[in-house]
């Protein structure tokens, strides 16, 4: 569920902390978060001098010294927390999936109440290679209309699906895909290559305009007792109250009053206004 401004949102508070410090100690507490091998993962990693941590699509990308990358992937609910001074393996929240010592004393804890994120470590070269082939980041000055008007052309996906695809456009989910169409009035339905160049420029301000103002938020958080997203200091987002279609089922449209309307479409919810999204 975490998507573009909720990983922004995590990286930027990383960013702050990681960078320069070592990593001391390791605990993989739920092997299955772990993709590939979890002894392996933590033999790299401790020691590992941190170099940088940013965001590609929906990844949080560490760099480390040594010429590998420490990727994150958070899926439906993972989070990172940052704790100032340690604690003990009897103060951790529940579902801490991991946690990792650094030399400062501070300590990283992964949560994830659904263990569905994958955390990995791959030699630089080869995130490179798979880095490259996910599209254009749309807050990047290589996301423009006539870039995204091509890559509408040439698809016969309906919108939706089109958006959801990372090797299109990276880092767009469920969630800013409907809120994106909904502002383009735009139907998750309509096919990609009958966008067409006008209602192509409209997709493409709907786009950065909701993802900037919601990494502005600090992202969107979900539900009540266990959120699907808080922020590394344990907050949640702000942008909840200014979705306007999605989670929203049979409540009226602020823009016409239509009742907005829940489909599926590859598995996935879809929430559109009918009536003035075309
Ligand atoms: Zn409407």
Same mark, same amino acid.
């Given at each position: 569920m975490p998507e573009l401004p909720e990983v922004e949102t995590i990286v930027r508070q990383l960013a702050k902390v990681l960078p320069g410090r070592r990593v001391e100690r390791v605990q993989i507490l739920r092997d299955n978060i772990v993709q590939g091998s979890p002894a392996n993962l933590t033999r790299s990693l401790e020691g590992a001098a941190i170099r940088s941590v940013t965001r590609r699509a929906k990844f949080i990308v560490v760099e480390l010294e040594s010429d590998r990358v420490w990727l994150t992937h958070l899926r439906m609910s993972g989070s990172y927390r940052v704790v100032k001074n340690g604690g003990d393996n009897d103060s951790l929240p529940v579902y801490t999936r991991a946690t990792f010592d650094l030399e400062d004393g501070s300590r990283l804890l992964y949560v994830d109440p659904r263990t569905l994120g994958r955390l990995e470590i791959i030699p630089a070269v080869d995130w490179a290679a798979r880095a490259a082939r996910l599209g254009p980041e749309p807050?990047?000055? &290589?996301?423009? *209309? *006539?870039?995204?008007?091509?890559?509408? *052309? &040439?698809?016969?996906?309906?919108? %939706?699906?089109? =958006? =959801?695809d990372q090797r299109r456009i990276a880092g767009l989910g469920n969630i800013y895909v409907a809120e994106a169409l909904w502002r383009a009035r735009l139907s998750p339905r309509?096919? &990609? %290559?009958?966008?067409?160049?006008?209602? &192509? +420029? +409209? =997709?493409h301000r709907a786009i950065v305009e909701v993802l900037s103002e919601a990494v502005g938020g600090s992202g969107t958080s979900l539900g009540g007792t266990y959120l699907n997203f808080a922020d590394a200091d344990g907050d949640r987002g702000d942008f909840y109250e200014a979705l306007n279609v999605y989670d929203r089922e049979d409540e009226p449209c602020r823009r016409c009053g239509g009742a907005i309307k829940r489909i599926v479409q590859a598995q996935r919810s879809t929430y559109y206004c009918p009536t003035c999204q075309r």
């Amino acid at each position: 569920m975490p998507e573009l401004p909720e990983v922004e949102t995590i990286v930027r508070q990383l960013a702050k902390v990681l960078p320069g410090r070592r990593v001391e100690r390791v605990q993989i507490l739920r092997d299955n978060i772990v993709q590939g091998s979890p002894a392996n993962l933590t033999r790299s990693l401790e020691g590992a001098a941190i170099r940088s941590v940013t965001r590609r699509a929906k990844f949080i990308v560490v760099e480390l010294e040594s010429d590998r990358v420490w990727l994150t992937h958070l899926r439906m609910s993972g989070s990172y927390r940052v704790v100032k001074n340690g604690g003990d393996n009897d103060s951790l929240p529940v579902y801490t999936r991991a946690t990792f010592d650094l030399e400062d004393g501070s300590r990283l804890l992964y949560v994830d109440p659904r263990t569905l994120g994958r955390l990995e470590i791959i030699p630089a070269v080869d995130w490179a290679a798979r880095a490259a082939r996910l599209g254009p980041e749309p807050l990047s000055p &290589a996301f423009t *209309a *006539a870039v995204l008007e091509d890559r509408l *052309a &040439a698809s016969r996906q309906p919108l %939706k699906t089109f =958006l =959801l695809d990372q090797r299109r456009i990276a880092g767009l989910g469920n969630i800013y895909v409907a809120e994106a169409l909904w502002r383009a009035r735009l139907s998750p339905r309509r096919r &990609a %290559k009958n966008v067409g160049p006008v209602r &192509a +420029r +409209r =997709l493409h301000r709907a786009i950065v305009e909701v993802l900037s103002e919601a990494v502005g938020g600090s992202g969107t958080s979900l539900g009540g007792t266990y959120l699907n997203f808080a922020d590394a200091d344990g907050d949640r987002g702000d942008f909840y109250e200014a979705l306007n279609v999605y989670d929203r089922e049979d409540e009226p449209c602020r823009r016409c009053g239509g009742a907005i309307k829940r489909i599926v479409q590859a598995q996935r919810s879809t929430y559109y206004c009918p009536t003035c999204q075309r």
